[in-house]
């Protein structure tokens, strides 16, 4: 059995990711005295919520689409690129949404890229598997 080299590391990295964008919705609850919710309007709370449910939307489709490349052999090279440029936008993005209301250069490139990543990565899984 072939142990998985490339996916286990982005996969851990995003995870992580996740938790810390969970602990700053968490501590901003507990700054706040918000329980659930956001009852008291605050904008940061606003926007660490948001950081946390969009990982949360996107992070697990773009692991599960990088394990698919590495299960079906995809090129170390392709793989790494995916992984890194996945990682890239979900940290842009997180960091955009985080530091400023409104529009951002982080919230924008970091959606696109995730949006490219995504795509390429559905796009060659279906050609893997309609080319053999």
Not at 30 to 52: C, F, P, T, W, Y
Not at 79 to 102: D, I, P, Q, T
């Amino acid at each position: 059995m072939t142990m998985l080299r490339f996916a286990p590391i982005y996969g851990g990295l995003l995870v992580l990711l996740v938790i810390f964008l969970a602990y700053r919705v968490t501590t901003f609850r507990q700054g706040e005295k918000i329980s659930l919710g956001d009852d008291k309007g605050s904008k940061q709370m606003k926007s660490a919520v948001r950081a946390h449910a969009n990982a949360i939307e996107n992070i697990p489709l773009g692991i599960a689409l990088l394990l698919m490349l590495e299960l079906n052999h995809l090129t170390p090279w392709l793989l790494h690129a995916f992984g890194v440029s996945f990682l890239v936008a979900r940290v842009l993005h997180a960091w955009g949404l985080s530091s400023k209301n409104g529009p951002s250069f982080g919230r924008f490139y970091g959606t696109l890229l995730t949006w490219l990543a995504l795509i390429g990565m559905a796009v060659i899984n279906i050609l893997v598997v309609l080319t053999r």
